[in-house]
């Protein structure tokens, strides 16, 4: 059974960073691909980061620069580093592997002052 737990979340003021993790089980971690969403209030669930097995990654405009995804293939845990967040950064974050149509609980990210 795929399961995805995601943690880090929190409140943080603006220029602020945080660390979200993903811990999957259920399947062979190491041979797919990873990626982060988001979902703001009101808005529609959005792609922001994407790793693939061999560890390429590439990102949504609105985060480049800022967020760095990884994974640690040992641990079977996706990350996502998150610095210089802006209010508009504030969301929940939701990981997912590529090709499959299984959600977490999701980690509220605030960033307000």
């Known amino acids: 059974q795929v399961q995805l737990v995601e943690s880090g979340g929190g409140l943080v003021q603006p220029g602020g960073s945080l660390r979200l993790s993903c811990l999957a089980s259920g399947f062979t971690f190491s041979s797919k691909s990873m990626r982060w969403y988001r979902q703001a209030p009101g808005k529609e669930r959005e792609w922001v980061a994407h790793?693939?097995?061999?560890?390429?990654?590439n990102y949504a405009d609105s985060v480049k620069g800022r967020f760095t995804i990884s994974r640690d293939n040992a641990k079977n845990t996706v990350y996502l580093q998150m610095n210089s967040l802006k209010p508009e950064d504030t969301a929940i974050y939701y990981c997912a592997i590529l090709g499959y149509n299984s959600w977490g609980q999701g980690t509220q990210v605030t960033v307000s002052s």
């Open positions: 790793i693939s097995s061999a560890g390429y990654t």
